[in-house]
């Protein structure tokens, strides 16, 4: 089918939105793998190591979520400022090679894996660097992609007209591309390159993420509920202030562990618990207001505002997805009295999956529904079997693997914490524990349940458009 849109912005933010969906079935993929050897360690031993597949599933979630936020600018662009966007070859350019660059670096981690201990290792197979373990080459490639995605940014919104979410977008931008590259910093001090590193792995999330998310659920608000653009831009502006403060403050609650000042136990512990508080406010507030709407225009004989039922339902679970995830998950182990006995356990990688998939996958794959809307030009979207399926097997799954997880790492605070005194020999008695194993276990298996749920969702995406429940 012939596309709908008639901006080519658009057209780009499906492209970058169709490697999102296959960088996330891979992710998922490298996950199910690493499950498995966890539990069974000689899986692919020697062939593909946990290592490299922990490396991959980690790095591909980072990038997928990346490739959708970009696509979710380009596609909302025209839309806010009234106009095509500036430098859109230029931006195809950027795809391009983005893309390019994407794959030369995933088919390095699979096939080289590991390099010696040198400066080209750095350069081009990994900078060793959890989360951040893209070669040199390949963060500049990175930095440039990202600086043309700015500029034409910034250049449509000065062109068109400015509205609130694009002036929060567009500030956003900024701080986005900045902390990226405090990333690029090395320096032979440990403490001193993990502060660095801290900086681009949480702030770089837990602010610039946060406010971007906040202004895609503006903006998605407004499409699908005819939600009050005063009342959204309102809380976003309470979500800048709160989540950049909130955001830098917050990141104290790692500096402890890398050697500076014990007073970062209690400020990052408070602040970045509030971080997720604006978004909450903002879906209550608007969907308070839409039902009120929605129940007189019930009364008259009206139909409902709502256009697009697979969209608005991953918007919900993001609300309240977020507010679990990032702030109840993290908060309960992030607390310094807490910490001391769970970091470095698998309550950091319950919080984890339960924070990525509520703050952002959920809003993300929501994007990708609106994308689907524009692009068949369907005039009211309504859930299939399909979507349905796909987004309560996600849901369910992920958060089982995060109960499993917690269990684990429960079982691991009480044997390799609290009994042993978290020593090398209470870590390897944990990883026998019936607790911890049973835990593994389970998330190996709701690993599977998101991982069916997710071919749910492409063939939903795929074929959602061709539906005869819409109405055109």
Do not use: C
């Amino acid at each position: 089918m012939a596309s709908n849109l008639k901006y080519e912005s658009q057209k780009l933010g499906i492209m970058y939105f169709t490697v999102a969906a296959v960088l996330f079935g891979a992710q998922l993929l490298m996950g199910l793998i690493a499950a498995v050897q966890f539990i069974y360690p000689s899986f692919l031993f020697e062939l593909f190591d946990f290592s490299v597949a922990r490396m991959v599933h980690i790095n591909a979630l980072v990038v997928w979520m990346l490739y959708a936020m970009i696509g979710s600018v380009y596609f909302l662009l025209p839309d806010e400022t009234g106009i095509e966007t500036v430098g859109i070859k230029l931006g195809k350019l950027g795809f391009y090679v983005l893309t390019a660059a994407v794959t030369v670096v995933v088919l390095v981690y699979i096939l080289v894996q590991v390099g010696p201990a040198s400066e080209s290792t750095i350069w081009l197979i990994n900078e060793g660097r959890e989360y951040l373990e893209a070669p040199r080459w390949a963060d500049l490639g990175i930095t440039v992609v990202v600086l043309i995605f700015v500029y034409n940014t910034f250049a449509t919104a000065i062109k068109g007209e400015r509205t609130g979410i694009m002036t929060v977008i567009m500030a956003d931008l900024m701080a986005l591309a900045g902390l990226y590259l405090a990333g690029m910093f090395f320096t032979d001090n440990v403490s001193v390159d993990q502060f660095w590193w801290w900086w681009v792995i949480h702030l770089w999330v837990e602010a610039t993420w946060e406010v971007f998310v906040g202004a895609l659920a503006a903006w998605g608000l407004i499409k699908m509920i005819g939600a009050r653009r005063e009342v959204v831009e309102m809380w976003l502006w309470i979500e800048v202030a709160m989540l950049f403060g909130s955001g830098i403050l917050g990141l104290g609650h790692h500096y402890f562990w890398i050697g500076t000042p014990e007073y970062w136990w209690e400020i990052g512990a408070l602040f970045s618990a509030l971080e997720p508080v604006p978004l909450v406010a903002m879906f209550v507030h608007v969907v308070y207001d839409w039902g009120k709407e929605t129940g007189a225009k019930h009364a008259e004989g009206q139909e409902a505002t709502q256009n697009n039922s697979p969209a608005f339902a991953w918007f919900v679970t993001n609300a309240f997805g977020n507010f679990l995830g990032a702030g109840i998950w993290g908060f309960f182990h992030t607390l310094p009295q807490v910490n001391i006995y769970t970091h470095g356990t698998q309550f950091t990688s319950a919080h984890g999956h339960l924070a990525f998939f509520g703050a952002y996958a959920t809003i993300l794959i929501g994007m990708f529904y609106l994308g689907v809307q524009g692009t068949n030009g369907i005039k009211a979207m309504r859930s299939t079997f399909a979507s349905k399926m796909a987004l309560g097997l996600i849901t369910f799954g992920v958060m089982g693997m995060t109960i499993s997880l917690t269990i684990a790492g429960y079982g691991q605070v009480l044997v390799e914490r609290a009994q042993m005194g978290a020593t090398w020999e209470g870590y390897f008695v944990s990883q026998d524990a019936l607790w911890f194993l049973q835990g593994m276990a389970w998330r190996l298996a709701m690993g599977v349940v998101t991982f069916i749920g997710f071919v749910y969702l492409i063939l939903d995406l795929l074929t959602i458009g061709k539906s005869k429940i819409h109405t055109r």
